[in-house]
């Protein structure tokens, strides 16, 4: 049984630029989550897709944004890239209607230069 | 909108020696409450979790967390820790029922000297 997985592993961007990372879910599951995590603390909650929808939305600019796919997989998106966006980027998933125990994905490492 | 306090940032302990580390929320409803642990080059993973019931909840590894409500607490401890414990560990909360939206704290990097 497969769990998250998150593609890809390491990006290098530059300031400006737009950037799409993806997360396929754990087998069985239906929601996925998406967080930023900088060097030293704790993940931010992004966004929360379920039925293809965003549900939930932390305190993040529009210029992140997302999609659901009928497969249950995700994407996440940023446009016009800050050197502030370097981060890990996490990918959660869960069933909706369970126990809200989220599986995480091992992240993509995002550099912006 | 909830938020989760961790106080420690970084311990240091010796095998065998006991651990707590301690965890705040603030939100004015129900909660569920969580610990993660993250260690060295793995991903996070679930440690235990609490939502209802039983305010002293037992997760892998020997761990166990007590919920107290009055102090909006979710301490974690261990009566003996392995230097294999050493890891970064998150507290987490998220509001009952509903759309999943997790509030994670900042972290506590666990240090276990053999």
């Known amino acids: 049984d497969a769990g998250v997985t998150q593609s890809p592993t390491h990006l290098i961007k530059t300031r400006g630029q737009q950037v799409t990372l993806r997360c396929s879910p754990k087998s069985g599951h239906d929601t996925v989550s998406w967080y930023q995590q900088a060097l030293g603390q704790g993940p931010q909650f992004i966004f929360q897709y379920y039925e293809e929808e965003e549900r939930q939305r932390g305190n993040f600019p529009d210029r992140f944004s997302g999609h659901q796919f009928p497969n249950y997989s995700s994407e996440l998106n940023v446009n016009a890239l800050l050197l502030g966006d370097s981060a890990l980027y996490l990918c959660?998933?869960?069933?909706?209607?369970?126990?809200?125990?989220?599986?995480f994905g091992p992240g993509t490492r995002l550099t912006v230069t | 909108a909830q938020s989760v306090s961790q106080h420690n940032h970084h311990v240091i302990l010796s095998e065998a020696a006991s651990l707590e580390l301690g965890c705040n929320y603030s939100?004015?409803?129900?909660?569920?409450l969580f610990w993660y642990v993250q260690y060295p080059g793995q991903h996070l993973q679930l440690l235990l979790k609490y939502f209802s019931g039983d305010p002293l909840v037992k997760g892998i590894k020997g761990f166990e967390a007590e919920f107290i409500k009055s102090k909006f607490s979710f301490n974690l401890r261990k009566p003996s820790v392995q230097w294999s414990d050493t890891a970064e560990y998150f507290c987490?909360?998220?509001?009952?029922?509903?759309?999943?939206?997790?509030?994670f704290g900042t972290g506590t990097k666990l240090q276990v000297i053999p």
């Open positions: 959660a998933s869960s069933a909706y209607r369970g126990s809200y125990e989220q599986y």
């Open positions: 939100y004015g409803g129900t909660v569920n």
């Open positions: 987490a909360v998220t509001p009952s029922g509903g759309y999943q939206k997790v509030t």
